[in-house]
């Protein structure tokens, strides 16, 4: 049967539709350039994955294998120190000076700790051992403390303990029998330091002992600081008791490991240690390929024993640059050197004066700008500081403030006036001088002030 006009109307627009839809899914071919390089692009994208898989993998490797803790020197040979132990005197938030690397607080703070351990132990008279020690710091510390530890603390600081090995000691533990010979530790006293006839380790000659221990750590790195001063092109020469900060290529945390000092050791009768021992006692008993394997063995502990002392890193002197006489270069490093040396021993208290001064030029603006929006010609010390606490973009307290006022007071008198009235103090500033001139003045007041 015929269909309905609108059955047929409805069948022509579904066609119309497919049709168009069959032009839209017609993609025009890509070129061959484009398809090249689409494949490259997606080449580098599959190694890139490849790549990023590969370094996850030697992640979870290397975080899975337990690191062993060594008291803030690297671990293996060749390994990288983590950086909050290379760059650990960058981030600390005192002023610059004496800082000690890593490594030696993390010694002197071991040392504080075995100190205190000692002292309880000493004055309730029991024998200190090493394996107590050992014990009672990793508890305080959380870290691994080993007879190294003890060798670099006896390097440092050689008068702090006897050390002797003994043995009949009450160990009351199956690991150690009492006839084993142990390492025991007793502190080296004054003759006038007992409490009821025998002597005794007080607090205050455990302060003393501390101080003296981070006295010895700074002397030692002194001396590779006065090492690094000698590589210097000029070399610089600074006194130590007047050397107050590091020199700023100085890099503290570099400073090598203490090398620990030799601790007594068992009496062990006919004990063969190495090759060269075994090779001169059983020498004419064994065979020629033995023998000669035992050789090489001895030649190469001993080749390995003798290693060269690191040098400091410093700086190599750089070569005169093209078109600038030798002259003048000598000159500017021998400016450089004095500027330097004054740095390295400036006091604290300078470098504060140095800093205020440094802040005085950009304030002496604001301070004009006060007085004239107040219009008086005079105003209280009280309200000058809360107004210019207000205004300068340095967060500074009133306290700080008034010190930065009575500089100004102190440095430029025809300037700025100071008037004590009664119980109050007032501040007098000309508004008619000029501040170019102002500027130039608390410049040349900052040279002064750096000037050795």
Known sequence: PPLPQESVAELKRRLQRVKALAELAKVPPAPAEASAELQRRLKRARDLELRIRQKRAE??????????????????????????????????????????????????????????????????????????????????????????????????????????????????SSSVKKSDYQLTLEPVLAEGEKVDGRPHLSALRLLERRKEFNRSLVNIVKQHHKAFLASLSPALAVPDDRLTRWHPRFNVDDVPDIPPAELPRPPQADRIATAQEVLSTARGAMTPKMEKALANMALKAAEGSAGEPVAPNAPSPASALKGVSQALLERVRAREAQRMRALLTRAPQQEERLAMLARLPAMARVLRN????????????????????????????????????????????????????????YMKLDKGKDLNVIAERLAQAIKEAEAP
């Open 59 to 172: 992640r979870a490797k290397a975080e899975a294998q337990p690191a062993e803790e060594s008291g803030g020197t690297a671990g293996a040979a060749g390994e990288k120190a983590p950086a909050y132990q290379r760059f650990h005197a960058l981030a600390q938030d005192v002023p610059p000076g004496l800082t000690l690397p890593y490594k030696f607080k993390v010694l002197a703070e071991m040392f504080r700790s075995m100190d205190a351990i000692v002292g309880m132990l000493f004055n309730r008279s029991e024998t200190v051992t090493f394996a107590k020690v050992k014990q009672g710091v990793q508890d305080v510390m959380r870290k691994q403390f080993e007879e190294r530890h003890m060798g670099q603390i006896k390097a440092v600081y050689p008068e702090s303990y006897r050390l002797r090995q003994e043995k009949n000691i009450p160990t009351f």
């Open 370 to 425: 006060v007085f004239v929006a107040e219009k008086k010609q005079a105003l209280s010390l009280e309200v000058a500081c809360a107004r210019m606490s207000d205004s300068c973009p340095t967060q500074m307290s009133p306290g700080d403030m008034e010190k930065h006022l009575r500089l100004f007071a102190e440095l430029l008198p025809d300037w700025v006036s100071l008037h004590p009235i009664r119980t109050d103090t």
